[in-house]
């Protein structure tokens, strides 16, 4: 639901393309929720949304989402703001971990983020969630049993939890091997030289 998010992993993915060792990085996606009581309601406009949640005019918001779909298009990536369906993340959360279960976590966040920033799908309808699966390969019919359970749900509170407990409230937030952090989404440099500096670290741990 964070537009910054999917302006980071953008970001972070144009680091990593620079990077020469990219091969032996292992991406592993942590679920937040910006807005855990946010109801999905199709007919609310994402400007009116934002102006409710931050206390702000309509016109305001607007303008805050004007800018990030700016901030958006600087790395390819072209928001439709308009489009987007107000809906509790919950679920596509869910969906993720079952995803990382069939080792596409990371192809299903693109497609998660696709489908609501630029194609205006409702990320919390399960019938959206299982095409999303099917495309890559996790099968529907597990995707329907997980989403009409409670599958997951203590895999993303978990990840939740972990958040808080080291003083994450805010995303986008990346942790390195546990040890080094990037807050926000940083330029593309910021990323490569942590990996950088990682690599380092690991060949002077293998002399």
């Not at 918001?61 to 004007?66: P, T």
Request: hydrophobic fraction near 40%.
């Amino acid at each position: 639901m964070c537009p910054f998010c999917y302006i980071g992993k953008r970001k972070f993915e144009m680091a990593l393309e620079q990077f020469s060792e990219k091969d032996k990085v292992e991406i592993i996606w942590k679920s937040f929720q910006l807005d855990p009581n946010k109801v999905t309601d199709p007919n609310k406009n994402v400007n009116d949304y934002l102006a409710e949640r931050k206390g702000i005019s309509v016109q305001k918001a607007k303008e805050m989402n004007d800018y990030v779909t700016g901030v958006a298009a600087a790395v390819g990536l072209n928001y439709k703001l308009d489009k987007a369906i107000v809906a509790n993340s919950f679920d596509s959360h869910r969906f993720s971990h079952l995803a990382k279960k069939y080792g596409v976590q990371n192809e299903a966040e693109e497609l998660l983020f696709k489908a609501y920033f630029i194609e205006g799908k409702n990320t919390a309808d399960h019938t959206i969630l299982t095409e999303i699966g099917n495309v890559l390969g996790v099968d529907p019919l597990e995707t329907q049993s997980v989403l009409e359970s409670d599958q997951y749900a203590d895999e993303v509170n978990e990840d939740i939890a972990e958040a808080q407990n080291i003083g994450i409230n805010g995303v986008p937030f990346f942790v390195f091997n546990r040890k080094y952090a990037v807050s926000g989404a940083q330029e593309s440099k910021v990323f490569l030289e942590v990996l950088n500096t990682l690599e380092k670290e690991l060949e002077q741990q293998t002399i």
